[in-house]
């Protein structure tokens, strides 16, 4: 579905676009009034070449170069979305439930179907008792994916109920002339029709009615084959294939009857043109005579060429005035046509950043050559380092106007990296470099493993823009991705290894940083801004400006809560149901994730940070829980654990986990400064320190022989736990553990490090 949504969002923009070459089209022919009429009929293939196809060629005279296209490049940006995201917004609808209960609005992935599927809204009665001061409100409706999917149905609806019509007219029509008599190669006479028509799309034919005489048969067939010599049958069946796909244009309907007239007056003036202007009377007479007799209304629709068919009372008027065309007519007319040409068939020049590889990557520097409209002054380089999905660092590394640092508008942009791998004592050092043409230094970042604690032995790999020998073209202010490294860990052998073009996708930069040891990005940014507007701008990491987009103000509003999992990041490569409890406090979100995480541990510290950045970003929401099914050796067990206000206060170590969401800044700590460390291991290894009998050494500089994680539900606890122990016993049990946290931690058996999750 989400498919043919994104086509019809398609339809309505290029429907904008031919609407606005419409109008051209329609100007046009009032300045063709004393041309040929297959003028104005050849400005018509403008309009229907707009409505096919939305790539053409850049013009300066366009009429999308105006201020009021300023948004809408043709051809590789359209002026509607639909929504922001389609792909990433769900679906969902309400259900009724019994009058004691909430009701519950289903959000379904498009590959969920489980009905636990459910979130939970308070009713009329309940918004009434909770009332405002940040309680959950209700819902706001359908939401903009359903409309969407509303519209889409409405118009694949009158596309059909068109097309059918057409197609069982069609069917009628054959039926009606199966038994027409052949006098000719395509020329057929039937006693079952009154006018006479072209019919057929590769092989055409034409029909002739019984009772016809000589002269008035000459006429005919004089007329219709110009048509068929120009091909007007074909277009004739294209156009009305448009009509059924744009139905719901008005323009485009007015286009079409304007189009068919063009086109048969066009016929009657070479007719008139072949047989002399004495022919002008009795081809008058002709015409007429036929258009006194009408088609059967269940024929309308199938493509005929129909002589005497449409505006008969003007075509005889632009007979009897017509004269052969003077030679300024046709230079007039000629003029005309390639003016509407380059303003309307044209698209207008690019006006967003573009970018393309020039040199691949190996040896040497890698060049990239950009274009860029007048309006870019600046340029911005950042870096985003993440580990194991989460952002670890965030820098901007420079930015500059262009004309500061005599930097082309149109030129190349050289990368160059330096890596010194025979420091291994002190860590692999990168050096990474980047010149504008015309700039005079290059800017330089540099980057070594040991000191900046990233833990890696070195650079497993690098990937530049590759393979972009074509044009990209990109929005201002969006971050084009120059290069990527996928860093790879001690003991780590493999790594994901994306194309660095792929990560201009956030969804799927975000699934492949949370896939690999280690991603350090390097993003350009062009802007209209000044540089100092830029750096401020891009104080704070783009992932950070997208979390406090999303941030929702009532836990009730389902597809905002599922948009800022999204923008998150929460497990999207596992399949998962969400269900909210607003009818009274505390109001909770549940995730009930369909499999089994395959690393318990490095699942449960991501799902930790995810749910502190929910309890941050949704202002009423108290607590976040999650499940899954586990198979043990006693049988299969579901895990449930739960995160609230008050435990990610204590894991970042404020009063309320809410500050983070009071600006920017504050979310940028909380992303960067809080969340990589609140999971920081704590035991310390002291083999080496001159301790050989003893493994592991606690905080309070007890020893001991092992270091273990616990998983499991203590004693008389409703939630699942994640437990760091340090003990001397080779097994310790839930019960173990229960002693030693209602002993402050620490018992004869074990020393609890951390309690994860309680």
């Known amino acids: 579905m989400n498919g043919i949504c994104r086509l019809f969002v398609t339809i309505c923009n290029m429907s904008v676009t031919a609407g606005f070459v419409i109008l051209l089209v329609l100007a046009g022919r009032c300045l063709l009034l004393k041309a040929p009429r297959s003028f104005p009929y050849f400005l018509w293939i403008i309009v229907g070449f707009r409505l096919v196809c939305p790539y053409t060629f850049s013009s300066q005279v366009s009429i999308f170069n105006l201020d009021i296209f300023s948004g809408h490049v043709t051809g590789n940006h359209a002026l509607w979305t639909g929504q922001e995201e389609l792909s990433k917004i769900p679906f969902y609808n309400e259900v009724a439930v019994e009058e004691d209960t909430a009701q519950r609005n289903i959000i379904e992935e498009t590959d969920m179907t489980d009905d636990r599927n459910v979130v939970m809204q308070p009713d009329s009665k309940d918004r009434e008792e909770i009332g405002e001061g940040g309680k959950p409100e209700e819902a706001a409706g359908i939401g903009e994916s359903s409309v969407l999917q509303y519209l889409t149905a409405v118009w694949i609806l009158g596309i059909a109920v068109l097309l059918v019509h057409q197609i069982l007219a069609g069917q009628r029509l054959r039926r009606h002339v199966s038994f027409a008599v052949q006098l000719e190669e395509n020329i057929f006479q039937c006693e079952n029709i009154s006018v006479p028509f072209v019919m057929g799309f590769l092989r055409p034919r034409i029909y002739l009615p019984l009772g016809i005489s000589e002269s008035e048969r000459n006429y005919i067939l004089l007329h219709e084959q110009y048509h068929l010599r120009r091909h007007d049958h074909q277009v004739k069946v294209l156009s009305i294939a448009l009509l059924a796909v744009y139905w719901f244009h008005p323009l485009v309907w007015l286009a079409y009857h304007l189009m068919c007239k063009d086109m048969e007056m066009s016929c009657d003036e070479k007719v008139i043109q072949t047989l002399g202007r004495e022919a002008k009377k009795g081809y008058s007479s002709v015409l007429l005579k036929f258009a006194a007799r009408e088609m059967r209304k269940e024929y309308w629709g199938v493509g005929l060429l129909a002589f005497g068919d449409t505006s008969v009372k003007r075509r005889i008027r632009n007979i009897l005035d017509f004269k052969n065309p003077r030679k300024q007519a046709v230079v007039l007319g000629t003029a005309v046509c390639i003016l509407i040409i380059l303003i309307g068939l044209g698209n207008g020049l690019d006006r967003d950043p573009q970018i393309r590889c020039v040199k691949q990557p190996g040896k040497g520097d890698i060049e990239y050559e950009y274009k860029l409209s007048r309006e870019m002054k600046s340029f911005l380089i950042y870096k985003e380092y993440y580990q194991n999905g989460e952002l670890k660092e965030y820098r901007v590394i420079g ?25 291994m004592g002190q860590g692999w050092e990168l050096a990474f470099l980047n010149k504008f043409e015309g700039e005079k230094k290059f800017l330089r970042d540099l980057n070594t493993w040991e000191s900046l604690n990233y833990g890696y032995l070195g650079m497993m790999e690098n990937y530049f823009l590759e393979n972009q020998t074509d044009w990209r073209q990109v929005e201002e202010g969006q971050g084009i991705t120059l290069a990527a490294w996928h860093l790879c860990g001690v003991g780590k052998e493999e790594i994901r290894r994306v194309p660095c073009q792929e990560f201009m996708d956030e969804q799927t930069k975000m699934e492949a940083v949370g896939q690999n040891a280690g991603e350090i990005l390097y993003y350009l940014v062009f802007s209209e801004k000044s540089a100092d507007e830029l750096s401020e701008e891009y104080a704070v990491s783009p992932y950070v400006r997208n979390l406090i987009k999303a941030a929702n103000p009532y836990l009730g509003d389902a597809p905002a809560d599922k948009r800022l999992l999204d923008t998150i990041g929460f497990f999207p490569d596992m399949e998962q149901t969400l269900e909210l409890e607003t009818t009274k406090e505390p109001y909770v979100m549940k995730m009930h ?80 400064d809080k969340l990589p460390y609140i999971y920081q291991e704590n035991v310390m290894n002291v083999i080496g320190l001159g301790v050989d009998e003893d493994k592991f050494a606690s905080p309070d500089g007890k020893s001991y022989q092992n270091f273990f994680y616990f998983i499991g539900r203590l004693p008389g606890e409703e939630y699942d736990g994640v437990f760091q122990v340090l003990t001397n016993e080779e097994e310790i049990t839930a019960w173990d553990i229960a002693e030693a946290a209602a002993k402050g931690g620490t018992s004869k058996k074990l020393h609890l490090v951390q309690n994860g999750i309680q």
């Open 593 to 672: 994730f369909e499999s089994q995480p395959e690393e318990e541990i490095f699942f449960h510290k991501q799902a930790v940070k995810s749910a502190i950045l929910l309890l941050c970003l949704i202002e009423n929401v108290d607590r976040i829980e999650w499940t899954y099914s586990v198979d043990l050796a006693e049988g299969p067990t579901e895990r449930h654990f739960f995160c609230d206000r008050e435990e990610a206060a204590r894991l970042c170590g404020v009063e309320d986990i809410r500050r983070f969401a009071d600006s920017k800044e504050a979310m940028q700590e909380l992303v960067i």
């Open 399 to 423: 930015a500059e106007d262009l004309a500061d640092a005599d930097a082309r508008q149109d030129g190349k942009i050289t990368l160059r990296v330096e890596r010194n791998s025979q420091k």
